[in-house]
Every structure is written in C-alpha cells, then in structure tokens.
C-alpha cells in the first residue's frame, strides 16, 4: 500500500542551491500534481501532469521545473532556491482526468531555504 | 473562476461537542465535484470524501456528516461527538469538469482544535 511516495521529507537549502523533490506512485495512475502549502493557505498546483511525457504548468509554476519520464515518477525540481519558496511541497496523482477522480496525496516535502 | 472559501480560519471546541466546517465555493460549470481532506498535525493530507453536483443527498459516515446545498453553494462537514484525534487542518476543495486536467482548488483550510 506505498501510494504516493515522495522523498525527502525534510530539507534546508541555502539560497541559490538546486534540488530535485522525488515523487513515485505505484497506482498507475495517469496524473500527477505537484501542489505547495504555504502557511495558513490552501495548496496551490505548481505543475501536473496527464501521462509520461506530458506537463503543464499551474497556478504557481515560477522557480519550478518537472519531467515525467515514466507513468510512475514526476519530480519537481527547484534550480535556484529562493525564500519564497520555503513551503510544503505535496505529490498527488490520480487515475484519470481531476475532476471527478479523488486525487491522493504523498505525505509531503517540508522544504527550508536560508 | 473557480473558488472555495472556508471563512473559520479556527475552531476550538471542547470534546464530545458537534461542530461544523463551512465551505463555499464559486463555479460556472455546471458539473463539478467537491472534496474535504483532512491534514492531522503530521501533516498528510486524508481524503474524507467526494460529491458530484449532481448527487445532493447528504451523507453520513460514522462521526461525520455532509450537507450539500447547490442552492447556497455550499458543502459543510459536520462532526458529531467530536474527539480529540479530529484535530487537525480540514481543507475543502472543487474540481470542475470543464476545468482540464489542473486538479483542485482548495480553500485556506480550518484549524479544528478538539480540548479533552
């Protein structure tokens, strides 16, 4: 029952680092999300994705990159980290279109950036 | 454009008390969906439920319960005899049908507090 598993949980950056948020799920699913939670505020989708090979931005896709080599995998990568960008990152995926289709969560990704 | 407001920012209530989560939401599709995740203070986001809107039939599960109103635009949750392991973060949410594959659009959230 892994679901979605996004790595690492925990992470302080310093400003201007790079790094990759991995993100996995054994589902099958076709779309996979990438949301943010900055405190006291809903998430907000940074980039989706609707199959391999596939990705569009979202509401907030500033900073952010992501691929999806397979149905499986979609990370999110951060190529020069800001402050602003010190968040809770979450992985979603669902098995088809979003609306409609209850879209499942990782745990999240507590992200620092000093 | 699509929007859920969830206007109790916090809610402490003392155990065994019933207590209700606003959620209203703004949409000009006709048929859309509307969730509620629950995050516990560990922080991952739990699925509670999902209601089409064309299904306004309340529904009930266990403790909790959904009010479905097309007429206010509104989905409230209620937990009935509430219980300090219901304290966590409840967010709402709407996906509409017409809106592509971006997901959801989620309210702020509600702090549910639950004293002992």
């Known amino acids: 029952n892994a679901g979605v598993t996004q790595t690492p949980k925990f992470r302080i950056l310093k400003i201007g680092q790079s790094m990759t948020l991995q993100c996995t799920q054994d589902?099958?699913?076709?779309?996979m999300y990438w949301y943010r939670q900055d405190p006291g505020m809903g998430l907000k989708l940074i980039y989706y994705?609707?199959?391999?090979?596939?990705?569009d931005k979202g509401e907030v896709p500033n900073g952010y990159n992501v691929s999806r080599s397979t149905t499986e995998d979609f990370p999110l990568r951060l190529e020069l980290a800001a402050p602003s960008q010190t968040s809770v990152y979450f992985c979603?995926?669902?098995?088809?279109?979003?609306?409609?289709?209850?879209?499942?969560f990782g745990e999240g990704s507590w992200l620092t950036v000093v | 454009a699509q929007k859920v407001t969830q206007a109790q920012t916090e809610i402490s209530v003392v155990e065994k008390e019933d207590v209700t989560l606003d959620c209203v939401y703004e949409?000009?599709?006709?048929?859309?969906?509307l969730f509620w995740y629950k995050q516990p203070p560990s922080g991952e986001l739990v699925f509670l439920i999902r209601?089409?809107?064309?299904?306004?039939q309340n529904e009930i599960s266990g403790r909790y319960s959904w009010n479905f109103q097309k007429s206010t635009s509104s989905f409230n949750f209620t937990i009935t005899a509430s219980q300090v392991v219901d304290s966590a973060v409840y967010f709402c949410?709407?996906?509409?049908?017409?809106?592509?594959?971006?997901?959801?659009?989620f309210g702020k959230g509600t702090h549910l507090i639950i004293q002992p």
């Open positions: 979603a995926s669902s098995y088809d279109q979003g609306a409609g289709n209850t879209i499942y």
């Open positions: 209601r089409n809107s064309f299904d306004e």
């Open positions: 589902m099958n699913h076709n779309y």
């Open positions: 949409t000009r599709d006709t048929t859309y969906y």
């Open positions: 994705s609707v199959g391999a090979g596939i990705t």
């Open positions: 949410a709407l996906s509409e049908a017409g809106g592509g594959a971006d997901g959801l659009t």
